[in-house]
């Protein structure tokens, strides 16, 4: 919340590098490994 963006400032919609990446987005990844690391130390399966 808070940031502006290109589309924000009346800029092309279309210009994805003008608005920075969510931080959700740019964790989800990371934080997903993490908790299916932590599922499998619980259950005891390693991955392949």
Request: charged share 25%; aromatic share 2%; with cysteine.
């Amino acid at each position: 919340m808070g940031v502006t963006t290109a589309v924000a400032h009346g800029g092309n919609p279309q210009d994805r590098a003008a608005s920075p990446r969510p931080r959700c987005i740019a964790d989800g990844e990371q934080s997903l490994d993490r908790r299916s690391r932590y599922a499998n130390a619980i259950t005891g399966r390693t991955s392949a």
